[in-house]
C-alpha cells in the first residue's frame, strides 16, 4: 500500500495522552496530519515525535477550522485520498485500510456508521439524513473522500457544519456514498462538544444550514 497517497486528518485539541497512539496506528496507512488546534498541552509536540505532519493553530478555532487546515495540508500533499479520524482513541485505526478499499473501489465518500450516539440532537440529525441524504451516521467523524471531490467544492466545511458539509455536498450531487459500520470506544475525557443543551442546540443549527445550503 502506498502511504503517501491517503493523507489521514487528526484534529486535536490538548490530546497528549492518545495522540501519540493514535499517529503510530494511522502510519500503517498513510500520512497522519494532526492539527493542533491551540492546544495548551504538548499535543502538537507528542504528534509531531510519533511522526505526523503537524499544521499548528496559535489559538483554538474549532474543530471544522480544523478539519479545513487538515485538507488544506492534505492537498498540498497531493495526496488521492482524504480520511479524517478523531484524536481521543475512540475510533480503531485499523478500520482505515476499509475506508480505503472503499475508495479504490469506486466510492467518492465513505462515511462511519457509529455503534452508538451521544447525544439527542446526533439522533435527530442522523433521522433527518436519511430522508434526506441516505445518510446513515452524518456526524461520524471518521470519514473518507477523494481528494478530486474536496477540491470541486473548493473547502471542506463554510458554516460550521461539524464535519457535515462535504458529505451532504457529495449526496446532493449524485456522488457514490460507501457507509461503513464503526464500533466506538468510550473517551477518556470529556466529549468534545459535551452533552448539554447548547451542544444540541449547535447540532440542531448545523442541520438546519445543510438542508438549506446553497453550492458556491
Known amino acids: 500500500m502506498d502511504g503517501s497517497r491517503i493523507g489521514i486528518v487528526i484534529p486535536a485539541f490538548n490530546e497528549s495522552k492518545t495522540i501519540a ?10 500520512t497522519p496530519i494532526v492539527v493542533d488546534d491551540g492546544s495548551s498541552d504538548a499535543t502538537g509536540e507528542t504528534a509531531r515525535s510519533a511522526g505526523a505532519s503537524v499544521v499548528q493553530h496559535s489559538t483554538n478555532r474549532g474543530y471544522d477550522c480544523a478539519l479545513n487546515s487538515g485538507f488544506v495540508r492534505a492537498a498540498e500533499l497531493d495526496c488521492e ?4 479520524i478523531d484524536a481521543d482513541g475512540q475510533h480503531d485505526a485499523a478500520i482505515i485500510g476499509s475506508f480505503i478499499q472503499a475508495l479504490d473501489s469506486g466510492a467518492d465518500v465513505v462515511i462511519g456508521i457509529r455503534d452508538r450516539f451521544q447525544r439527542i440532537a446526533e439522533r435527530l440529525f442522523a433521522y433527518t439524513a436519511v430522508v434526506l441524504w441516505e445518510i446513515q451516521d452524518p456526524l461520524c467523524g471518521m470519514k473518507g473522500y477523494t481528494t478530486q471531490l474536496y477540491r470541486e467544492l473548493g473547502y471542506f466545511d463554510s458554516y460550521d457544519s461539524i464535519g457535515t458539509e462535504l458529505a451532504i455536498y457529495a449526496a446532493r450531487h449524485g456522488k457514490r456514498i460507501a457507509q461503513i459500520p464503526v464500533k466506538t470506544r468510550p473517551r477518556l475525557d470529556a466529549p468534545r462538544f459535551g452533552n448539554t443543551l447548547r451542544s444540541n442546540a449547535r447540532i440542531m443549527r448545523s442541520l438546519v444550514k445543510g438542508i438549506l445550503a446553497r453550492d458556491p
Open 81 to 84: 485520498y482524504i480520511i479524517s
Open 21 to 30: 497512539a493514535v499517529v503510530s496506528n494511522a502510519l500503517m496507512f498513510g
